[in-house]
């Protein structure tokens, strides 16, 4: 007996912990996630950040919750993962999309910097995804992992020095291995690791690179669609990825990019 698509898509009852979940497209996955019924749990460092936004949340009648933290402290990973536990009782589903980026030519990019990048956009999504399947997910055989990469993942820079970003594209490259070797391991305890990939979204962390390249206009016309994302353009593609629609989809990486890959010398 099939199921109504209706019910593959709806998360009530389900629980969620979004990483970098106070702006931008973490904000954005949060609101998805919480409109198809799932509980919420918001982390990043600043919390006057994560009360503005979980008061959005709530007021379009999300059960949204938050703890401030630094996604590059183990301690405080542990800390939050335990606290999830604690106001969540469980964790269905896993967003990790805090990061950092860095620009700087290569052959002048400081090593605090790279650390710093790495630290964050790698060795969080580890820690993080560990906490998480240690304390509910591998216990009760179930899990939706979700990972925030990006297409600078799945290429180089452009040439001419527009984009100077080594650090964050080797991060996000990295990001794209971890989700698929991820998978591949934790498919047993029916644990699903995915990643998104977006192309350019406007953000505070991506606001001075499109500026660097010439603006949203600019951008925007290396695209199929001539566009850039909006506030609305990860949602479905990560219900996908935490619903049970996507039980049978794992180690896979999705651009959402408005087609920027496949236009050629995009």
């Given at each position: 007996?099939?199921?109504p698509?209706?019910?593959?898509f ?9 990483t970098g ?16 019924g ?7 460092r600043?919390?006057a ?8 949340l ?11 933290a ?27 999309n ?15 910097a ?38 600078a ?13 080594i ?18 391991e ?12 977006p192309g ?9 690179l ?36 996507g ?10 990019d ?9």
């Amino acid at each position: 007996m099939s199921t109504p698509v209706q019910h593959l898509f709806n998360l009530e009852g389900q629980t969620a912990l979004v990483t970098g979940g106070s702006r931008g497209l973490g904000l954005q996955i949060a609101e998805a996630l919480g409109e198809a019924g799932a509980k919420v749990l918001l982390t990043s460092r600043k919390a006057a950040d994560l009360e503005e936004a979980a008061g959005d949340l709530q007021a379009k009648g999300i059960d949204t919750r938050w703890v401030a933290a630094d996604a590059s402290d183990p301690e405080q990973i542990e800390r939050v993962v335990g606290e999830a536990m604690q106001r969540l009782g469980k964790i269905d589903i896993l967003v990790n999309n805090a990061g950092a980026t860095w620009g700087a030519p290569a052959e002048e990019h400081p090593l605090e910097a790279w650390d710093k990048v790495m630290n964050l956009n790698v060795r969080s999504i580890f820690l993080f995804s560990q906490g998480v399947a240690r304390a509910t997910m591998i216990p009760r055989r179930h899990g939706r992992i979700i990972n925030v990469a990006s297409i600078a993942g799945l290429g180089g820079n452009t040439p001419g020095g527009v984009m100077q970003t080594i650090s964050y594209n080797t991060s996000k490259g990295a990001v794209v291995n971890y989700t698929r070797a991820l998978a591949a391991e934790w498919g047993r305890y029916n644990i699903t690791v995915n990643a998104l990939a977006p192309g350019f979204f406007p953000s505070k962390m991506t606001r001075g690179l499109l500026d660097k390249a010439g603006g949203e206009d600019v951008v925007a016309h290396r695209s199929a669609l001539n566009r850039i994302g909006d506030d609305d353009d990860l949602k479905g593609a990560a219900l996908l990825f935490a619903s049970a629609a996507g039980k049978h989809i794992t180690g896979q990486i999705l651009a959402v990019d408005g087609g920027i890959a496949c236009v050629v010398g995009g």
